[in-house]
DNA sequence: CAACAAGTGGATGAGCTATCCGGATTGAGG
DNA sequence: CCTCAATCCGGATAGCTCATCCACTTGTTG
């Protein structure tokens, strides 16, 4: 396989540019749009990206390897109470900073492959953190591997049906994790 | 105005029993599919119902009626604590039972006119139930009025997030009410 | 049963998505 | 610097869904 062409890879990168912009202002992804926007034929926007959600995948992949590393971290701290909480407001964060985390955690599992192996790492360590701090006697009994997605997702979501202003998002998002972590307490 | 005739009260009715059992299947509620189905012309589920929301909004009044009504009924519950924790329950259950409650609940204020009226008395009750727990002492003094609704709809997103299978949900949408609630709880 | 209003149905255009291929661009080799 | 093939670009266009509009049918009234 001989290397990319230099124009090529500029477009590539413009591509994402653009996309990355049309994600943070909310706008949904449509690769027409995006081929405007940035000066290029629809033929080349579809090379590149087959489809809108590989796209928003690219967009949302260099977040989701952030919280995978960010995962190991906590991991290494000692508390298990806190690792546990710092992790989840990690996590929290992450999905209320940037829109496409949103929309790429709760797609289904059959397409997005790269999304889907990086969620699975972060659902691990996930595991494990929740595990070591329920062993601890941190974390009540009933809380399951399966519900920390969700109850991600769910709290994200909360915090974009309270507002659309990003301050008043981050203190919404503050307030509920805090509500879910004292629920969650043993 | 001369009344309605009776084929058209007729088709109304159909039209409104196949959206009912689209948004069950969780199918979108497609306006030329509907027709489709209905064995009608598009230009008659057209009349009835100019965009699919009303259509949407159409489906899921009752419910919205019925947590109306029950949210009066709760209000005249003594415990202040058990009152508000029950009239949270009835709206999570309602959302997990009904997938139209969960799209009209997230949707914006200004389409939908009868469903934000519905919404905002629902709200109303909520917040009077709130404020009374909360001076009763039995519930943090850190949950606003406008967290109520993105709350339930952010548990709601999680069942739906968590499984397809609606037994599954149901567990799910209990652990993570209990969870909440046990947060709330002061 | 006539006459009119109310309602119906689907042909149709507007708008959007995604493909496909003729032609432009790049850069390696001479 | 020139040539040439591989690579890449661009947009015309086919296919699709949505929503409108109006010629026609049906129900209702006197």
Same mark, same amino acid.
Request: aromatic letters at 4%; charged letters at 25%.
């Given at each position: 396989?001989? %290397? ?5 890879? !500029?477009? /590539? ?8 912009? @049309? ?7 449509? +690769?027409?749009?995006?081929? !405007?926007?940035?000066? @290029? ?20 992949? %260099? $977040? ?16 298990? /109470? ?5 992790? @989840? ?19 289904? &599992? ?18 494990? #953190? #929740? ?21 991600? $997702? ?7 049906? &309270? ?7 981050? &203190? ?7 509500? +879910? ?6």
């Amino acid at each position: 396989m001989t %290397p990319q062409r230099k124009d090529a890879a !500029r477009n /590539w990168e413009h591509i994402l540019t653009v996309a990355r912009e @049309l994600v943070d202002e909310g706008t949904p992804l449509q +690769l027409n749009d995006v081929a !405007r926007r940035a000066g @290029l034929g629809v033929g080349t926007v579809y090379r590149h990206f087959p489809t809108p959600e590989a796209l928003l995948e690219t967009v949302a992949t %260099p $977040c989701l390897e952030a919280l995978v590393t960010q995962g190991e971290e906590a991991l290494a701290h000692d508390d298990p /109470w806190t690792a546990f909480a710092d992790y @989840l407001t990690l996590l929290v964060e992450g999905q209320v900073t940037d829109p496409a985390l949103v929309k790429v955690a709760a797609a289904a &599992h059959d397409v997005l492959p790269r999304t889907t192996e990086l969620k699975t790492q972060i659902l691990a360590t996930g595991a494990k #953190l #929740l595990a070591r701090a329920r062993d601890a006697g941190a974390v009540r009994t009933d809380v399951q591997d399966a519900d920390l997605v969700p109850l991600m $997702c769910g709290i994200s979501y909360a915090t974009y049906v &309270h507002s659309t202003d990003p301050t008043h998002r981050h &203190h919404a998002a503050r307030r509920y994790l805090d509500t +879910l972590l004292r629920g969650l307490h043993a």
